[in-house]
C-alpha cells in the first residue's frame, strides 16, 4: 500500500537530483524532485549498498491523472493495478552498487509532470523510493 501511497504523492516542487548515494527502503524513501527538457530523457541512480537485486521496477503517475503506469523491459508502459504481485520487470544498468534507472528516453504523450516510483526486490522485500519530475521551465 505504501507503493500504491508514493505513486499517488502530489506534486511538490521541483529542485536537486537523485545521486548514487541515495538508497531505497522496504518502508520507502522520498528522493529528491528532478527536471528534463521538453522531449528529453529521464533518469535516475540510486546505490543498491552491496543487495542482492532480483529484478527492478518503474512507475509513474501522470500529475493529470490517478493512473499509475508500469514500465517494463522494453520500454511499454501499462497500467498497475496496485498489486505488488503484479508487477513487471523493469530494466536498469548496473555498475557496481549503482543502479541506473532509464525511466524514459521521451515523456509518454501528453505527460509533463509525475510521481516517478523506483524499487527493486531483494530476498527481504521491495524496496522503493518516490519523486516528482517534470518538464523544466524556460527561464
Known amino acids: 500500500m505504501k507503493l500504491l501511497h508514493a505513486c499517488s504523492a502530489l506534486l511538490i516542487g521541483l529542485c536537486g537530483a537523485a545521486h548514487a548515494a541515495d538508497r531505497l527502503t522496504t518502508d520507502g524513501v522520498p528522493l529528491p524532485s528532478k527536471s528534463f527538457a521538453a522531449g528529453a530523457g529521464l533518469e535516475a541512480v540510486i546505490d543498491a549498498a552491496g543487495d542482492d537485486v532480483l529484478s527492478v521496477h518503474t512507475l509513474i503517475r501522470p500529475a493529470s491523472t490517478n493512473v499509475v503506469l508500469m514500465r517494463d523491459r522494453d520500454g511499454f508502459w501499462m497500467e498497475w493495478d496496485g498489486d505488488r504481485a503484479a508487477l513487471v520487470p523493469a530494466a536498469a544498468s548496473a555498475e557496481g552498487d549503482a543502479l541506473t534507472y532509464k ?27 518516490w519523486f516528482e519530475a517534470a518538464i523544466a521551465r524556460e527561464e
Open 103 to 129: 525511466i524514459f528516453q521521451t515523456p509518454p504523450p501528453g505527460v509533463n509532470a509525475m510521481t516517478v516510483t523506483i524499487a527493486y526486490r531483494t530476498p527481504e522485500g521491495l524496496k522503493f523510493g
